[in-house]
């Protein structure tokens, strides 16, 4: 299995997948919400073979079976979709399990479970995600790390509204990477905004 890598990079298209894979990313989830499954197997298998010729991980949001159709490296499943046990039974160890937490409460149930990292957020407010939860900000996931100190966590990556200059402040809070979208697929230039926060994740 690869290992989690410390950005992830959540876009909905195989060309924006490409350029920041040209950037340096080596972390590609598709998500996309409100298409038909034939419109998301043809942008997943095409996001797919980038990720193949970057070697880079490509993870699908939410869709289990798809991840398992494409052999996909893994799926992330929100609070409302497909159980992390479920996930599990169904495609194996072989794959890649992340699921989303915003809570305290979330995360410690969330360590006990079959998973290999934890999407933790959101940061602030976010165009890109309906229903959104409660905004953690930095007081909440100091919060998080302080009464969580002594459960043993997969990797928690922070997600949600995160910009190039909250990267150094965010990873200080003990949050193993992030995850961006918007500041990277709505940069003037996308494979200089990946090769940007690559540098600030060191």
């Not at 419109?39 to 298998?45: G, L």
């Not at 398992?68 to 996930?87: C, F, M, N, R």
């Not at 953690?136 to 302080?146: E, R, V």
């Not at 009464?147 to 995160?162: D, F």
Request: net charge neutral; with cysteine; charged share 20%.
């Amino acid at each position: 299995m690869k290992l989690i890598n410390k950005l992830h990079y959540i876009t909905t298209s195989a060309d924006m997948a490409e350029q920041a894979c040209n950037g340096g990313v080596k972390w590609i989830q598709l998500r996309l919400k409100n298409v038909s499954d034939v419109y998301y197997y043809n942008v997943a298998k095409d996001v797919h073979a980038i990720c193949k010729k970057y070697d880079a991980t490509f993870i699908i949001n939410d869709n289990v079976q798809l991840a398992l159709e494409l052999k996909a490296d893994g799926v992330h499943i929100g609070k409302e979709d497909t159980s992390p046990q479920d996930a599990r039974a169904i495609l194996g160890n072989g794959f890649i399990i992340g699921s989303t937490a915003n809570t305290i409460e979330d995360v410690t149930k969330l360590s006990k479970m079959p998973i290999d990292y934890i999407g933790l957020g959101p940061y602030r407010f976010t165009d890109t995600k309906q229903n959104l939860s409660p905004v953690l900000g930095l007081k909440g996931y100091n919060d998080i790390f302080n009464s969580t100190n002594y459960i043993k966590m997969p990797p928690i990556i922070a997600i949600g509204g995160i910009r190039l200059e909250d990267t150094v402040s965010i990873l200080s809070t003990g949050v193993y990477g992030i995850a961006v979208s918007g500041a990277i697929t709505f940069a003037p230039n996308i494979e200089e905004a990946a090769k940007s926060f690559i540098l600030q994740i060191g």
